[in-house]
């Protein structure tokens, strides 16, 4: 059963599947599933805290936030999820360096000044004094760089999201490198990521990984039975 015929899955279970798929490349690379994962890089790109981010690769812990079965729960749900996302993009997201070399995080004449929102409504949308309506939200997810809707995810969306973004691209791309360099050629043929579905593509890279290990071994083992001469 493919991808596309898996029945729908829990947040967790969709978690669990993806990284299987991560623990896959890691094998076939001969690394381990922390040098393709670290914790900062997924936290920068989720706006998950490093220690929750290492939770749920894990499994540990409680499990991915969803959104309460409460209609009734779903405004505040959204809020503070909205102000703990915002919160950890201002601390980490556009800062800029002082003379000292002191970083400092975004003023709010700053994001007024690109996010047209006044200035005392930026202090209290990030102090979660007042909830963001849909445009100042989108204003301030487009000034800290993130796609709109980004501060609405859930926990367990946002990585998953950027899970299947890894596997449709980064791990591709990585693995064609190391391919490359254990074969000490500079190009290995493969259809573009736009002319395959992530899925197929990501089996096509790693049938190719198999392939050139079998032929690395194969070299290795080769020159070491070959007589002297």
Request: net charge neutral; hydrophobic share 35%; aromatic share 4%.
């Amino acid at each position: 059963m493919n991808d596309a015929e898996r029945e729908p899955a829990s947040t967790r279970e969709e978690i669990e599947h993806l990284l299987a798929r991560v623990d896959e490349f890691a094998t076939k690379m001969d690394v381990d599933r922390d040098q393709l994962l670290q914790p900062e890089t997924v936290a920068w790109y989720t706006a998950i805290e490093p220690d929750r981010v290492i939770e749920l690769l894990e499994g540990r812990g409680d499990p991915p936030q969803e959104e309460p079965a409460d209609p009734r729960e779903r405004d505040t749900f959204y809020e503070g999820l909205f102000l703990r996302r915002i919160q950890f993009l201002h601390k980490r997201r556009r800062l800029t360096r002082t003379a000292t070399g002191v970083v400092k995080k975004a003023s709010l004449g700053a994001i007024h000044r690109e996010t047209l929102i006044s200035k005392p409504q930026v202090g209290m949308l990030l102090n979660g004094d007042r909830a963001p309506n849909n445009d100042h939200a989108g204003r301030l997810e487009k000034y800290f760089r993130v796609d709109r809707g980004f501060c609405s995810l859930t926990e367990g969306q946002a990585l998953v999201a950027y899970l299947r973004r890894i596997l449709g691209h980064d791990l591709v791309q990585l693995a064609l490198r190391d391919a490359r360099r254990r074969m000490g050629v500079q190009s290995i043929g493969m259809r573009s990521s736009g002319e395959l579905p992530e899925a197929d593509l990501a089996r096509a890279v790693l049938s190719t990984l198999e392939a050139v290990t079998a032929l690395v071994e194969g070299r290795s083992g080769k020159s070491q039975d070959q007589p002297e001469r």
